[in-house]
Antibody, heavy 116, light 111 residues
């Protein structure tokens, strides 16, 4: 059974940093593109970033370029999202998902709240 | 303002058929990029419902179907059931943004 478990969310002040993690199991992690998708409270879905199987290609939505960094560790079946210079508008549930569109499997999400 | 436009809400009675539209433009759906659909039940993570415009993942009932034509796509749900009450999102790729895009979402209410 495919499982994606996100962690690392929490409350952070504007300008602060957080590192999200996604632990994957039940599939061959190193064979899949992986993505982060976020959902602001009461709002729709927004793709944030994705990374190729070997980490050689990474893409970001314009609003997070230069602030967020995506990485993966295939030996640990893990995906990471380093988020710096956080803004109020980054407040959302962040989902880890397999694929590059379509997103086949999703984790349960981790809530990031940016507030003073 | 989402690149892909969906109606904010649709509704139907149990047993009826409803459709949800997803309208794009030339850099996304019109350029031939596939459309995928997701179902998000209240308080849960999204789930892939339709991929590649019209294919269903294993386990998705055939009451759900997708289609695409020109710059638009549609999700049809037949034999509406109470458990279908959820938010539905379309998703594709946009070459002008060089990124993946979602529709704004449609809330389905089963009357």
């Amino acid at each position: 059974e495919v499982q994606l478990v996100e962690s690392g969310g929490g409350l952070v002040q504007p300008g602060g940093s957080l590192r999200l993690s996604c632990a994957a199991s039940g599939f061959t992690f190193s064979s899949y593109w992986m993505s982060w998708v976020r959902q602001a409270p009461g709002k729709g879905l927004e793709w944030v970033a994705n990374i190729k199987q070997d980490g050689s290609e990474k893409y970001y939505v314009d609003s997070v370029k230069g602030r967020f960094t995506l990485s993966r560790d295939n030996a640990k079946n893990s995906l990471y999202l380093q988020m710096n210079s956080l803004r109020a508008e980054d407040t959302a549930v962040y989902y880890c998902a397999t694929g590059n569109g379509p997103f086949d499997y999703w984790g349960q999400g981790t809530l990031v709240t940016v507030s003073s | 303002q989402s690149v892909l436009t969906q109606p904010p809400s649709v509704s139907g009675a149990p047993g009826q058929r409803v459709t949800i539209s997803c309208t794009g433009s030339s850099p996304n759906i019109g350029a031939g990029y596939d459309v995928h659909w997701y179902q998000q039940l209240p308080g849960t993570a999204p789930k892939l419902l339709i991929y590649g415009n019209s294919d269903r993942p294993s386990g998705v009932p055939d009451r759900f179907s997708g289609s695409k034509s020109g710059t638009s796509a549609s999700l049809a749900i037949t034999g509406l059931q109470a458990e279908d009450e959820a938010d539905y999102y379309c998703q594709s790729y946009d070459s002008s943004l060089s990124g993946l895009v979602f529709g704004g979402g449609t809330k389905l209410t089963v009357l």
